[in-house]
Nanobody, 111 residues
């Protein structure tokens, strides 16, 4: 049984930074792609960033240059460093490793 557990969310002011973590249990992540998604209230879930098993990274245009995805295979953890946060970054952030999802961590950016 694979479990993904996100943490690191909270309330932050515009321009602030937060680092989210996604810890996996039941499987070593090193051979798998990991993806961060987010869902804002009243909106559909959207892609944020992904990191492949080889370490390549890809970002949504809306976060490119502000967010950084990384992984620590020894800890089976994927991170999402988010800088220069904006109110429109307010959402429930979830990590995904097909077909598994975490429960999400809420991030609220105050203006």
């Amino acid at each position: 049984q694979v479990q993904l557990v996100e943490s690191g969310g909270g309330l932050v002011q515009t321009g602030g930074s937060l680092r989210l973590s996604c810890a996996a249990s039941g499987r070593t992540l090193s051979n798998y792609n990991m993806i961060w998604y987010r869902q804002a209230p009243g909106k559909e879930r959207e892609f944020v960033a992904t990191i492949t098993s080889s370490g390549s990274t890809y970002y949504a245009d809306s976060v490119n240059g502000r967010f950084t995805i990384s992984r620590d295979n020894a800890k089976s953890t994927v991170y999402l460093q988010r800088n220069s946060l904006k109110p429109e970054d307010t959402a429930l952030y979830s990590c995904h490793h097909d077909p598994y999802w975490g429960q999400g961590t809420q991030v609220t950016v105050s203006s």
